[in-house]
């Protein structure tokens, strides 16, 4: 499940990054179903995908109780390449 918050962005993220709650990790691009990758190619994946669309979006779905150091290695990611990186939140109620 994902951390609420009351923000929500409205930005099309075109590149998925999902890690659950098992700290298994997945990644999708545009309409594509999501498929398990291991972190260790999890940077590759993502810079070939922005060879594809320069202006992509990664959004980052993490289950709310994904360590927050797993986190951390995937904006270290963004950061390092200077993705736009959203957390994807669930709407509050």
């Known amino acids: 499940m994902l951390p609420q918050s009351k923000q929500q962005t409205s930005a099309k993220p075109l590149t998925r990054v999902i890690i659950d ?9 545009g309409k594509e179903k999501e ?3 291991v972190f260790d190619e999890l940077e590759a994946f993502l810079q070939s ?11 980052l779905y ?11 290695k995937v904006l270290n990611i963004a ?15």
């Open 62 to 72: 993490a289950d709310e109780t994904v360590p927050h150091g797993e986190v951390v």
């Open 49 to 59: 995908r922005n060879l594809a669309e320069p202006e992509m979006y990664v959004a």
């Open 79 to 93: 950061n390092v390449n200077k993705f736009k990186l959203v957390i994807a939140t669930r709407p509050s109620k």
């Open 35 to 37: 498929r398990p990758i």
């Open 21 to 29: 709650k098992e700290l298994n990790y997945y990644v999708a691009f």
